[in-house]
């Protein structure tokens, strides 16, 4: 009878034995979050350098064959323009709602999509990674975690083959309409483009300072970092003695494929989250006779990066302007407002009360206004931007040619 007895616990030891290791064997493991798109709105906490960056998404997508492994997409979100034109910019443009909707640009400087494949750590509802990816000459290190609801998500980037990185230029010394640079030509009354300029850029708009004065008052310094980012020195007002360095993640850059081109890169939920006020734009006086088609020319470059050039002139001072390619649309859609009387006669007093000793000069300024259509009409270049100097002699040095 013991014998029996012993027999039969020892089967029954063996049976739990076996129906454990089978259940150790045919247990799997499952990542908790599906396949989900992530947005500011939706749970995403993304930085960028140690810093919040707004107006992007992140795709997470699960590997339908093994559970510890996931891709991470990121790219841009949708961005509408309406949002920062106003409604009482749009009530006479119906039907072009849709055409101010566009993709933000996308995390990476330069590239609409970044691609992460990432391995994860599954604890409970909860999973987290962290990595590093070379991609297209840059060096990507990530580090996050996620729920269903929730995904939060650190970059820090290097990209060493971004011909500005760890530079840094101040504006030249201030003189007649420096450090401002600008070039108008045209085959209808040629001078009249650069006559204007000049007395726009000479006129005492602030505190008896004409614009280029202002610029240099408050712009200081101009940083290319390491990671894309674009970084301002400057002071909130004239009378600040305090320097501030700007946000980061409000304007990237990226070396351009033209010869001495680069990429600028805005995030405009970023910029409007920080600091920008749409009210003095939706309630512009003669807003309504800007030729929306000519501005929506220029949304593809919100996504794929406004275009910038520079020169440089071999001793440390370059100039970075934007062209034709920007500028052309821009004048062409503020044409009809120079066709406008009121429009001219509002702007006429506002430039004499502003030119002090040149205002006899502004004066005779009505018919070179009248003709800005033709003058815009007729442009065969067109560039405007900054001049600056190189803070140490070797910045010009780092730039790939």
């Known amino acids: 009878m013991k014998k029996e007895l012993f027999c039969y616990l020892t089967f029954l030891l063996c049976v739990a034995i076996c129906f454990v290791s089978c259940s150790d064997k045919d247990e799997t493991i499952v990542c908790p979050i599906k396949n989900f798109t992530f947005t500011d709105v939706s749970g995403l906490a993304l930085t960028y350098s140690g810093k919040p960056m707004l107006g992007k998404k992140v795709e997470f997508i699960p590997d339908a064959a093994d559970a510890t492994k996931a891709r991470l997409i990121l790219s841009g979100a949708l961005v509408d323009l309406s949002d ?176 001495n081109q680069i990429k600028l890169f805005l995030n405009l939920s970023q ?20 030729d929306i088609k000519e501005l929506l020319k220029l949304i593809p470059m919100l996504s794929e990066g406004i275009p910038l050039y520079y020169e440089q002139d071999g001793n440390g001072g370059m100039k970075v302007y934007v062209g034709e390619d920007v500028l052309l649309p821009l004048l062409k859609a503020v044409k009809p407002l120079f066709e406008d009387e009121e429009f001219v006669n509002g702007l006429l007093e506002m430039l004499e009360a502003q030119a002090g000793d040149m205002a006899s000069l502004v004066k005779a300024l009505k018919p070179v206004l009248k003709s800005l259509p033709k003058v815009i009409d007729g442009t065969t270049e067109v560039k405007f931007g900054i001049m600056f100097t190189a803070l140490q002699p070797s910045a010009e040095t780092n730039i790939l040619k």
Not at 272 to 285: C, E, F, G, N, Q
């Open 84 to 259: 920062i034109l106003g409604s009482v910019a749009m009530n006479s443009r119906a039907g072009i709602t849709d055409l101010l909707k566009f993709a933000s640009p996308g995390v990476i400087p330069g590239e609409k999509t970044t691609e992460l494949h990432v391995t994860l750590n599954i604890d409970g509802d909860m999973v987290t990674f962290s990595g590093e990816e070379e991609q297209n000459g840059g060096i990507i290190r990530y580090n996050g975690s996620a729920t269903k609801s929730f995904l939060k998500l650190d970059l820090n980037v290097a990209l060493p083959e971004n011909g500005f990185a760890d530079t840094s230029w101040n504006l030249v010394p201030q003189k007649s309409v420096e450090p401002v640079y600008y070039v108008w030509k045209t085959s209808a009354n040629p001078i009249w483009g650069s006559i204007l300029v000049r007395v726009i850029f000479t006129a005492k708009v602030v505190d008896n300072k004409s614009i280029p004065q202002l610029l240099s008052a408050i712009l200081k310094e101009v940083r290319f970092l390491p990671d894309g980012n674009i970084q301002a020195v400057y002071k909130n007002g004239i009378a600040d003695a305090e320097w501030n360095d700007s946000d980061l993640n409000l304007a990237m850059y990226r070396m351009g494929e033209q010869e």
């Open 271 to 290: 910029i409007m989250d920080t600091a920008m006020s749409v009210t003095t734009l939706s309630r512009a006086s003669g807003i309504s006779s800007v």
